[in-house]
C-alpha cells in the first residue's frame, strides 16, 4: 500500500522540479534580453547629433522603442516591456507569463507563472 503512494510522492515532485526548471529557465532568457536589450538601446537610442553638439544623454524615445522592439524580436519574444532614465543609465524592465507542463494538471493551481526581469546599461562617456 506504502508502494503507490511512494511512486504518486515523486511524481509529484518530480513535476514540481521540472515546471521550477522551466519558469528558471524562462527567467534567465528574460533577464539576457533585458540586458541585451538595454545595451542596444543605450548604443542606438542616443541622438548623435545632439551628442555631436555638446549634449551628451540625448536619447530619441522612437529609436530607443525601435532597439527594443528589435531585440525581442530577434530572441522571438513578446514580453511586455518599457524603459526610462534614471541617471545616467538606461533602465529596460520586460514582464512574460511562463506557461508550466505539470502544473496545469493539479486543480486549484495557475498554469502560467509571471517572470520580470530587469537590466540597465550604464551610460559613460569617455571623450
Known sequence: MLMPAAVLVMVILGGIAVDTAVVFSAQREL?????AAANDAATYGLDEGA?????????????VE??????????????????????????????????TVFAKAVPGAHGQV??????????????
Open 31 to 35: 533577464v539576457n534580453a533585458a540586458q
Open 51 to 63: 551628442f555631436r553638439e555638446g549634449q551628451v544623454y540625448v536619447y530619441s524615445a522612437a529609436r
Open 66 to 99: 525601435d532597439a527594443l522592439a528589435h531585440a525581442l524580436d530577434s530572441r522571438g519574444l513578446v514580453a511586455r516591456h518599457r524603459w526610462y532614465r534614471q541617471g545616467d543609465r538606461i533602465v529596460v524592465e520586460l514582464d512574460e507569463d511562463v506557461s
Open 114 to 127: 509571471g517572470v520580470h526581469a530587469r537590466a540597465y546599461a550604464l551610460l559613460v562617456f569617455d571623450r
